[in-house]
Nanobody, 126 residues
Framework: DVQLQASGGGLVQPGGSLRLSCATS????????ISWFRQAPGKEREGVIC????????DYVDSVKGRFSISRDNAKKTVYLQMNTLKAEDTAVYYC???????????????????WGRGTQVTVSS
């Protein structure tokens, strides 16, 4: 059974950086695509970025391009979301998820998610 756990959230100043981690476990978890979703109060959950089994990333939100990057360390079975130049609009609960397939979709699709991790709160504020 594949499990995911997001961590690393917290309070950060606008313009600051934060790195989130998604620890995975389970058989062959390193072969699955991992995506990050986020949900701000009063807004729908949106897909942010995804990484496939070949360490290729796909951006889903224009506002994070050039600021967010995703990577994975197969030895640690962990996926990272590096968030730079954070803005107040980035405040949300961030979730990692996997469709249990190796590829990322062209568009984010929550319906394709098979497993969700527990979310971690990111708050960007002075």
């Amino acid at each position: 059974d594949v499990q995911l756990q997001a961590s690393g959230g917290g309070l950060v100043q606008p313009g600051g950086s934060l790195r989130l981690s998604c620890a995975t476990s389970g058989f062959l978890s390193e072969y699955y695509a991992i995506s990050w979703f986020r949900q701000a109060p009063g807004k729908e959950r949106e897909g942010v970025i995804c990484i496939n089994s070949d360490h290729e990333s796909t951006d889903y939100v224009d506002s994070v391009k050039g600021r967010f990057s995703i990577s994975r360390d197969n030895a640690k079975k962990t996926v990272y979301l590096q968030m730079n130049t954070l803005k107040a609009e980035d405040t949300a609960v961030y979730y990692c998820a996997t469709p249990l397939t190796p590829r990322c979709g062209v568009k984010a699709d929550a319906a394709a998610v098979f497993k969700w991790g527990r979310g971690t709160q990111v708050t960007v504020s002075s």
